[in-house]
């Protein structure tokens, strides 16, 4: 199993829009496909502005495959939510960690 977590660095006081759009992708594309405990956390101390979403997935190769996936003929609703994150994100990361307990 692994555990994902994806930064985002948001433009200065865009973090709540980070945040929704975080937690539809949470509810539309990751619970569906059975990724776990999906947890979205902000900021309190360091870089302002920041929205960490974190969850696990029992397969890298099914994770990039969803991800991957989602760019390949996009619905209205998918490039909506792409064009607000690219918007109100100034930059971001993807850490990836073997879960071992």
Known sequence: MYMLRQVFNCKRGKAPEIVEIVQTF???FM???GFGNGR???DMTGRMDTVIY?????SLDNFYKLDRGLFINPDEDTIRLI???N???VEGSREIYEVIL
């Open 54 to 58: 974190q969850f696990e997935v029992q």
């Open 31 to 33: 619970a569906k496909e």
């Open 87 to 89: 918007e109100n994100a």
């Open 26 to 28: 949470n509810q539309v």
């Open 40 to 42: 979205i956390y902000v």
């Open 83 to 85: 064009d607000n994150l």
